[in-house]
């Protein structure tokens, strides 16, 4: 199987190359796209840039010049403090939907939904490849903020009181890899609870402390799931 990675910020793409075996680079628009191993899979990578926009470009390029069987997010997002389980700092989080927090199209709209899309995006994985990757599951939930105040918080909550965590990217993905009919897996690993006294600090400073291991859940997926 052909698995595309998308990762948004060069952090993030610095701590998956080491995973990649074989690793050969070409650029396409601008983006470069790492091929190898991990596995018994054939994987791309790519860092697509931080933002919406970024993210559907990115995708875009991966699924129609390397035709992946399926396309995985991952890197960093904010944990919300949210539900009986919330996601705490270093947790991985697996995404079950995917949906935007700053679209609205207008009345007769519906909140958080792009017309003639879902309203969330689903991410379908076999129940044994969920319960193998022992990670936090629910709702993700992105848009093109990166989240640190109090009232920010509040208003996702409020559209979404149920949200696991939040991004910057995730729903763009899924909504290119919607469009393309491509599978897309979204793990993210929560940095920071947005809203949380001193959240920006603790976002910097996972960069120093977080271990690489914390990115092999995307190692731990693809070994799971079919060749």
């Known amino acids: ?74 890197g960093v997002a904010g944990g919300t403090g949210a539900t009986d389980d919330p996601a705490r700092v270093l947790d991985v989080v697996l995404a079950t939907e995917i949906a935007y927090h700053d679209v609205w199209c207008g009345p007769g709209t519906t909140r958080g939904q792009v017309p003639g899309f879902p309203e969330r995006f689903a991410c379908p994985l076999a129940e044994e490849v969920r319960k193998a990757l022992d990670a936090k599951e629910g709702l993700l939930v992105s848009g093109d903020i990166f989240v640190d105040e109090v009232e920010d918080l509040r208003r996702i909550l409020a559209l979404y009181p149920e949200a696991k965590a939040v991004d910057m990217e995730s729903a763009a993905i899924a909504q290119t890899c919607h469009t393309k009919g491509v599978p897309f897996v979204c793990l993210r690993v929560v940095s920071d609870t947005p809203g949380d006294g001193g959240n920006a600090a603790a976002y910097d400073s996972f960069w120093n402390d977080a271990p690489a291991r914390t990115f092999h859940s995307v190692e731990r997926l693809l070994d799971i799931i079919s060749a």
């Open 1 to 74: 199987m052909k698995i595309g990675i998308i990762v948004a910020m060069d952090k993030e793409m610095a701590l998956l190359l080491p995973l990649i075996a074989d690793a050969s680079t070409a650029t396409v628009n601008g983006t470069d796209f790492h091929t190898g191993r991990m596995g018994r899979h054939q994987v791309v990578a790519c860092k697509c840039g931080i933002g919406k926009v970024n993210a559907a470009i990115g995708a875009l390029t991966l699924i129609e010049n390397f035709r992946p069987d399926m396309v995985v997010n991952t």
